[in-house]
């Protein structure tokens, strides 16, 4: 018997008790200073307790676990529902300073009802007999361009008519004036970006002529939860407007969005992707960005009304009762999630969408796809990621972004580093410490 090699064992945030997760096994134990010491010292007192819950195990047995739990991964991957996002063009109304698209090149091509349908005729065939849905992305896919509303209409259409449910991205401006359109189809929800209230949001995601956009948002978000349209609200999140969360989480809860069934939220980190604009002095790492967050909640809890963050599996175990499933992949390119664009190019994810050089293929106006590429995508995960394959963190990481990896190292079989540990620090101390 040995200490698991996928054992998490670490001291939880502002407490004097330990944790102790173990993904593959299912288990996870929240450990007094005394009981925490055994595992420090490596001398048990109730061996069996730990081999029960596969903290101590034979290696083998071990190896013979991970395997099967892989093989299951895969297997239920297979049957995972499809996000196949198309952006209809890469033209944008907004002047964001931290929009990582601002270098892209594009060809200049206009977006014809042959090109929507190809793509249509495409992933029909490409992806028969998978669960899938749209997104619609962008630059910015709701302009207000009769030419864009057209087309908008068209893709929806397209979409009913093949039995798919379709979800925006975007940055609410034109929200209200689509919201008629948008009710008559099968819509699974709309995500828009707000970087705080107004003064905050106005600075960060200006009109390019420099005019406010927040008021217009926040009346299209209030006409589409007014249809029973989904809202996914969405803050991007860095040094500058970090406060802002707290305005925010106030605002939402004063309009009533935070009890409407039809809401929810996300937090997004601004961090360096392909042309991003954002002064590098005021991003966050990973790891800050969650340090950042733990703080902030201590000091104004009424943020977790608006938003419940995850802290790795923290929020998932406290939630569920249970941990996750392990987590052999966290980059869904090419296997859950491919994207399309208006010219006829093929991408493995909204990470790669538009960036030269990133194309995976082509659907319009011939098909064609660089298959060795795509079969790199499809096989990268821990047990390919040389840096995951003896990482005792791999299980709740899942390798991260390859996109992100790629950037940072030239390969894409290299890992983006979660810190896993310091995130179940404290997460374990806010959800099952902090809330007792």
């Known amino acids: 018997m040995y200490f698991s090699k996928y054992n998490i064992f670490s001291k939880i945030r502002n407490s004097d008790d330990y944790y102790l997760v173990n993904l593959l096994s299912g288990n996870a134990d929240i450990l007094e200073p005394a009981k925490a010491k055994e595992i420090i010292s490596g001398e048990y007192i109730n061996v069996q307790e730990y081999i029960e819950k596969g903290y101590l195990i034979d290696e083998r047995e071990e190896k013979k676990i991970y395997m099967n739990k892989y093989l299951e991964f895969i297997e239920n991957r297979e049957k995972d529902e499809i996000q196949i996002f198309f952006v209809p063009w890469y033209a944008c109304n907004f002047g964001c300073d931290y929009c990582y698209q601002s270098g892209y090149e594009q060809e200049k091509q206009s977006l014809s009802n042959e090109i929507i349908d190809s793509f249509f005729s495409y992933i029909k065939k490409e992806f028969a007999g998978k669960r899938k849905y749209i997104t619609v992305f962008g630059g910015e896919p709701l302009l207000l361009a009769e030419s864009s509303r057209k087309s908008v209409e068209y893709i929806l259409q397209n979409a009913t008519q093949n039995g798919l449910d379709t979800a925006f991205v975007t940055n609410g401006f034109s929200l209200e004036e689509y919201t008629p359109i948008l009710k008559k189809y099968r819509i699974r929800e709309v995500q828009v970006t707000l970087d705080g209230i107004e003064e905050m949001h106005n600075q960060r995601r200006p009109l390019k002529n420099g005019g406010g956009t927040f008021e217009k948002i926040i009346k299209g978000i209030n006409t589409a939860l007014a249809e029973g349209i989904n809202i996914n609200l969405r803050i991007v999140i860095d040094k500058e407007n970090l406060q802002s969360l707290v305005d925010l989480a106030k605002f939402s809860v004063e309009k009533g969005w935070t009890t409407n069934q039809y809401f929810k939220t996300q937090l997004g980190r601004n961090y360096e992707l392909h042309y991003c604009q954002a002064s590098q ?35 998932f175990l406290f939630d569920n009762g249970e941990l996750p499933e392990p987590l052999f992949d966290d980059c869904t390119g090419c296997k859950t999630e491919w994207a399309f664009d208006g010219t006829g190019h093929i991408y493995s994810c909204t990470a790669t969408v538009g960036n030269q050089g990133e194309e995976l293929g082509t659907y319009y106006p011939a098909v064609s796809k660089a298959d060795e590429l795509i079969k790199l995508w499809e096989e990268r995960d821990v047990t390919t990621i040389s ?10 990481c899942g390798g991260g972004c390859a996109s992100i990896a790629k950037n940072r190292t030239g390969k894409l079989l290299a890992a983006d580093c979660r810190p896993v540990k310091e995130l179940l620090e404290m997460g374990i101390s806010h959800y099952f410490n902090e809330s007792v």
């Open 281 to 315: 002095s005021k991003l966050f790492t990973r790891l800050e960005f969650y340090e950042a967050i733990y703080a902030l909640i201590k000091e104004h809890p009424e943020i977790v009304e608006f938003h419940k963050p995850a802290f790795s599996v923290s929020r």
């Open 387 to 396: 840096e995951c394959k003896d990482c005792n963190l791999q299980l709740a």
